[in-house]
């Protein structure tokens, strides 16, 4: 274990063209990412990178810890400055599966705030991104970094280790928006048979924000949604992170894109689900499909409607109605995890 100071080592590289050699692009999604018939990619920084700093006047301490040095994943951690134990909150950052970072300044503004307004530490997860690592690659760094803190909290020196002195393990949640909420519970997924393996870590439930799924079939609000110019996620955008991501030959009714097309697992033994949806997403009716499965299955699904705002708009949309739902949101988050911890 050991803290780290960002630089560029810690993202994928960005690969420039050679105008001796032009290469034959394959595909490219709103500038953020183009990708090369060769296999090159480019991630332009549309988004700013900052580092693990924050106003003292906010109340939270940040600190950067590499997981797995050989292949790269590292984590920020928000820590309120309480006097007593908080839930951990562990958070997979959105992004089509391909782009996005833990250092991007939109999740450091909006986890530092919600770390302070819950009342919970919050291990925002970098991890490895498509199509250099395409699925299940995020999924096995979600797994790897819940074992690393399981050893963390094992450890001799536990007792020394800075983040025992407030973080209670018997309250861990996982979540995650767009991408990351699919992570969080493909991760659930791969825990659920055994959740044994994770003592002392103690997961209480899974907050997915308008997890990123889809099919081959379209359905309503992916057909008719009407999306602003410029919109985070449309259609062309989803089908091609897809096409990034997926397994080789795989399609939009692969498990992992569509929970509803084929389940290999059972998922009786899933703890509390909160699903938070935006009503102007083309993702809406994917996202109440899923809480009706998981509401099928015998699990306990909180569906929770935020009226008049599009796909990460907690994230990326400033507008005087964006900040008034993220607002409602991070309430809703708090009620979420209070009312966990009270059974």
Known sequence: MGIINLDSSLSLPMVTKNSQNPRVLVEEIGGLIRVYKDGHVERPHIVPRVMCVLPPELGVTCRDLVIDKFTKIWARFYVPKRNEKLPLLVYFHGGGFCVGSAAWSCYHEFLALLATKVGCVIMSVDYRLAPENPLPAAYEDGQKTLMWLKQQALSASSSKWWLNHYCDFSSVFLAGDSAGGNIAHNVTLR?????????????????????????????????????????????????????????????????????????????????????????????????????????????????????????????????????????????????????????
Not at 251 to 264: L, M, V
């Open 191 to 343: 825990l659920c048979a055994n959740w044994a393996q994770l003592k002392p870590l103690i997961l209480k439930g899974n907050i997915l924000i308008q997890p990123f799924f889809g099919g081959e079939s379209r359905t309503n609000s992916e057909k008719f949604m009407v999306q602003p110019p410029g919109s985070v996620l449309n259609l062309e955008a989803s089908d091609a992170y897809w096409r990034l991501s997926l397994p080789k030959g795989a399609n939009r009714d692969h498990e992992w894109c569509n929970p509803g097309a084929k389940r290999s697992m059972k998922w009786e033994r899933l703890m509390r689900y909160m699903v938070c949806v935006s009503e102007m997403d083309i993702l809406k009716d994917r996202n109440m499909e899923f809480g009706g499965l998981m509401r099928n299955s015998g699990i306990e699904v909180e569906d929770v409607v935020y009226k008049g705002v599009g796909h990460a708009f907690q994230i990326l949309d400033k507008s005087q109605v964006s900040q008034l739902r993220t607002q409602e949101m991070i309430s809703d988050i708090k009620a979420f995890i209070n009312n966990r911890n009270r059974r």
